[in-house]
């Protein structure tokens, strides 16, 4: 669902761009048929602006596809980036379950391991004669 509303956004992006890029044409179009010898009869004050104002819708143009082009390339880079966290996301999850599972399979063991330790200690405890260590005052 996300990703529809990415390429939505992205889509109404590149809309936006392509139409400008369209209006941009429209413009260098409608000035150009002008025709050269109209900017001739244009007055020197308004001819240079003219021509600038030409000369930097032609430089526009061409910048627009290699720009177009570097977008689409960072779009798809980012849409792979994340398709990779969403990726590491569910090995991790995975793993997180299998630690769980093994941690939970663990617990008796450790329990095992705490009650033979008591035993031991109360072994060690235990003298040789037979009789438990009394614990407290000795009595004379």
Do not use: C
């Not at 779009?75 to 941690?103: I, M």
Request: glycine share 8%; aromatic share 4%; net charge negative.
């Amino acid at each position: 669902m996300a990703e529809d509303g990415e390429t939505r956004r992205f889509g109404l992006l590149g809309s936006a761009m392509e139409e400008l890029l369209e209006r941009t044409r429209a413009v260098a179009d409608a000035v150009g048929s002008i025709g050269s010898d109209a900017l001739g009869a244009i007055p020197e004050p308004l001819s240079a602006p003219a021509n600038r104002m030409l000369g930097s819708l032609r430089q526009v143009m061409e910048l627009v596809p290699p720009v177009l082009t570097e977008f689409d390339a960072l779009v798809e880079q980012l849409h792979a980036q994340r398709k990779s966290v969403q990726a590491l996301q569910a090995q991790l999850s995975a793993f997180d379950r299998q630690l769980e599972v093994v941690e939970k399979s663990l617990a008796p063991l450790q329990g095992l391991a705490h009650q033979w330790s008591r035993l031991q200690q109360s072994l060690l405890d235990y003298p040789a004669t037979g009789e438990p260590k009394k614990s407290g005052p000795s009595e004379a």
